[in-house]
């Protein structure tokens, strides 16, 4: 199973960014990402034998048990790639408890699961976001948006993610409190 960990959103941060996602909703090549999917991923662990789920969810609830809540914050909006063809607009992510945990999991998948666990999520540095919207087609950028949204991060999860045609389905495996 395709698996990754993530933070899901409060409804009131949804709503923000849901408004945010009308600015690209008029260029046909955007593909919004659906309210209730909006998330930030904390690591991407990719096709995983379902024998690892074990190891994953004592895992998150091990760093759960050891990690505080932290305050999130997102100011702006961004593109990946920078430079050239945007991929992915999202929403850029503050909050020092996002690279805490997203480094806690690699530590722990590679020592659970070995260091191949961590391949397919690539080796680029950890850059916290919310994907608002994925390029299909040639679409002009959007100029940025400005937020001022703050939220107490008080889980995470393990999510499955199954690709369809019409776009990826998540499902929540397991939530993780934090509670250090
Ligand atoms: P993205 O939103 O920036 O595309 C599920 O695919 C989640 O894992 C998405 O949030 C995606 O980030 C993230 N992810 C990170 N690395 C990935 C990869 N190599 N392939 C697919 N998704 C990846």
Known sequence: MRLFFAV???EDVRRALVEAQGKVAPF???KEVPPHQLHLTLLFLGERPERDLEDLIALGHR???NFPPFT???RG???FPNEGTP???FAKAEG???AFLAEALREGVAEALGEEALRAGGDKPFKPHITLARRKAPAPRVPPVVFGLEWPVTEFALVRSELKPKGPIYTILEKF???G
């Open 8 to 10: 899901f959103l409060p």
């Open 28 to 30: 046909k090549g955007w």
């Open 63 to 65: 760093l759960g048990r």
């Open 72 to 74: 999130a914050r997102i």
């Open 77 to 79: 909006t961004g593109y």
């Open 87 to 89: 991929r992915v607009w």
């Open 96 to 98: 020092e408890g996002f």
């Open 177 to 179: 409190p934090l509670r």
